[in-house]
């Protein structure tokens, strides 16, 4: 496979702008191969055109033919083979193993998908029968289902190159919705998502997808917002900074035609331990817990930034433990210069405003981006009283806030913003506290866990992978999991329609065999 450095609008290649950029290698400096070619205006235009022709095409596509193109990019992923993976470790300066689980991931999240659009009732039909003789009026027959909302704009993530990027989560559910999508690839890592993008092109042609069905770009901030911005666009898929997420938002929704923007910025995802748990095992709860702050050099999305406990000897133990633990760790490289950058701000700012309690005692490589974990602490007060210390430091870096009792953990997680997690770590002699801290992490999290750390994000139906603002811009959605689906459909009725004008899933005799509700009860028999 070979990268062009063009951009895919639809099946065609394109490179008519004559502003270009190269990919880094984080761990060394040097520019990789291949020159990428910034969309200009008028390619912009093209691509939004192909995508709303493709769209009246790709959504009278049988389920079956979506299902299957969705397997067949999972397929030309993996014929990518190692080319596709070592490209993605030299931009990403992530390691093999890590890259070949994410590539994995993103694959079995584009079956899970297929699946789910064979089984069908993900498209909530429900039929209402006709009462012709009710008084004092007839009822009519009222049958609705969810309908895609048309072309996708999806903005990849910096820090997973395959399940948040050109065929991550976002363009997977957008897809099996019936949404032509158009990617936004990331300045980072431009080459894999080029080669991702071919593969997704590939699998387009192979199934007789229509042209547009899929394209890629390459962009500056300014042309992205044009896009964010141009009528043909009808939701956004963003993962990323606050800053840049917020942004896209302002945009999108100060349009003539205000539409969704399903963005996943901001969260330090607090860990609770309580008192109990600390004394049955402080030393167990500290090895996971720096495992899970170092995991992926800290540049997960539901890293545990900040820890909430009761000041007390097991904590002192805790933090020990913690430290021992926190000092073998070796720095790794982050996955660019501008992030190691931010990352060592934070750093410093926690130095000004907390305690250093332990850091990594390896020396890292001088020039290179290579982040030291390390741990503060701080007591609840002074962090109430400083803002800045519940802010994400993306990195390998968290803060221990050290409280008095358990009412000051419920006023400090009180007085957090919306977060993706929220974890607790109780026993049997913590139950009198636990209730209140739980109904906490709920109005919070969009996913809270008993015991374990957040890292890692199962793909699966019941996921969460969300939560109020500004964890996410829409705090009733998930990015992760099947239930991504249902932000690029919306509900359509259709009212007193003769049965061979229908949708497959709304006739009364129910093609596909899926559950409905009808008349008020769950069935898939035949009306």
């Known amino acids: 496979m070979t990268i062009t450095g063009n951009n895919l609008i639809g099946n065609t290649l394109s490179a008519t702008g004559s502003e270009i950029f190269a990919a880094v290698n984080p761990s060394t400096g040097a520019l990789l191969p291949g020159q990428f070619h910034l969309v200009t205006v008028a390619e912009a235009t093209a691509v939004t055109a192909k995508a709303t022709a493709a769209f009246k095409l790709y959504n009278k596509k049988s389920i079956e033919?979506?299902?299957?193109?969705?397997?067949?990019?999972?397929?030309?992923?993996?014929?990518?083979?190692?080319?596709?993976?070592?490209?993605?470790?030299?931009?990403?300066?992530?390691?093999?193993?890590?890259?070949?689980?994410?590539?994995?991931?993103?694959?079995?999240?584009?079956?899970?998908?297929?699946?789910?659009?064979?089984?069908?009732?993900?498209?909530?039909?429900?039929?209402?029968?006709?009462?012709?003789?009710?008084?004092?009026?007839?009822?009519?027959?009222?049958?609705?289902?969810?309908?895609?909302?048309?072309?996708?704009?999806?903005?990849?993530?910096?820090?997973?190159?395959?399940?948040?990027?050109?065929?991550?989560?976002?363009?997977?559910?957008?897809?099996?919705?019936?949404?032509?999508?158009?990617?936004?690839a990331h300045p980072l890592h431009p080459g894999t998502d080029e080669m991702v993008g071919q593969a997704i092109i590939s699998a387009a042609k192979k199934t007789n997808m229509p042209d547009g069905v899929f394209s890629l770009v390459f962009s500056n901030e300014t042309t992205a917002i044009q896009l964010v911005k141009d009528p043909a666009i009808k939701?956004?898929?963003?993962?990323?900074?606050?800053?840049?997420?917020?942004?896209?938002?302002?945009?999108?929704?100060?349009?003539?035609?205000?539409?969704?923007?399903?963005?996943?910025?901001?969260?330090?995802n607090p860990v609770i331990l309580l008192p109990g748990a600390v004394a049955a095992n402080a030393a167990g709860i500290a090895q996971g817990f720096a495992a899970s702050v170092c995991m992926g050099v800290g540049q997960f999305c539901t890293n545990p930034g900040l820890v909430f406990m009761v000041d007390d000897d097991n904590t002192k133990i805790f933090l020990r433990s913690l430290s021992e633990n926190i000092e073998k760790i070796t720095p790794a490289t982050m996955l660019s210069k501008g992030i190691y950058t931010a990352c060592n701000n934070g750093v410093e700012q926690l130095k000004a405003a907390a305690t250093?309690?332990?850091?990594?005692?390896?020396?890292p490589d001088t020039g290179k981006t290579e982040a030291v974990p390390h741990i503060f602490s701080v007591a609840q007060k002074d962090f109430m009283a400083n803002k800045s210390l519940s802010q994400e430091v993306f990195g390998p870096v968290s803060l221990v806030v050290l409280c008095k009792n358990t009412d000051e953990i419920c006023e400090a997680l009180q007085g957090l913003?919306?977060?993706?997690?929220?974890?607790?770590?109780?026993?049997?002699?913590?139950?009198?506290?636990?209730?209140?801290?739980?109904?906490?992490?709920?109005?919070?999290?969009?996913?809270?866990?008993?015991?374990?750390?957040?890292?890692g994000v199962e793909v699966c139906d019941a996921m969460v992978h969300g939560g109020p603002f500004p964890a996410t811009t829409d705090s009733?959605?998930?990015?992760?999991?099947?239930?991504a689906i249902l932000r690029f459909v919306r509900p359509v009725a259709y009212q007193n329609f003769p049965q061979p004008l229908l949708p497959e899933a709304l006739k009364d005799n129910n093609p596909l065999k899926i559950l409905r509700i009808v008349n008020g009860s769950y069935s898939r028999e035949t009306v």
């Open 65 to 184: 033919d979506r299902a299957v193109f969705l397997e067949t990019i999972a397929e030309e992923i993996l014929a990518a083979g190692d080319e596709l993976l070592d490209r993605a470790m030299a931009e990403s300066g992530l390691p093999a193993a890590r890259l070949t689980g994410e590539r994995g991931r993103t694959m079995m999240q584009l079956k899970m998908f297929a699946q789910l659009l064979r089984e069908g009732s993900w498209v909530d039909a429900r039929i209402d029968t006709a009462i012709p003789d009710r008084q004092p009026l007839p009822k009519p027959d009222l049958r609705s289902m969810l309908t895609p909302l048309g072309p996708v704009m999806v903005f990849g993530a910096s820090n997973f190159p395959f399940a948040y990027s050109a065929a991550g989560g976002d363009t997977a559910s957008a897809l099996a919705a019936g949404c032509p999508v158009i990617v936004k």
């Open 235 to 268: 939701a956004i898929g963003f993962t990323g900074s606050r800053k840049g997420g917020m942004a896209i938002f302002d945009a999108a929704v100060n349009r003539a035609e205000p539409i969704p923007v399903y963005a996943e910025m901001s969260a330090v």
């Open 356 to 363: 250093l309690a332990t850091e990594s005692k390896a020396i």
């Open 417 to 455: 913003e919306g977060q993706l997690t929220a974890t607790v770590h109780a026993n049997a002699d913590d139950e009198a506290y636990l209730s209140p801290v739980i109904d906490l992490m709920k109005e919070k999290a969009g996913r809270v866990l008993f015991g374990g750390f957040p890292t």
């Open 476 to 483: 009733r959605t998930t990015s992760v999991g099947t239930a």
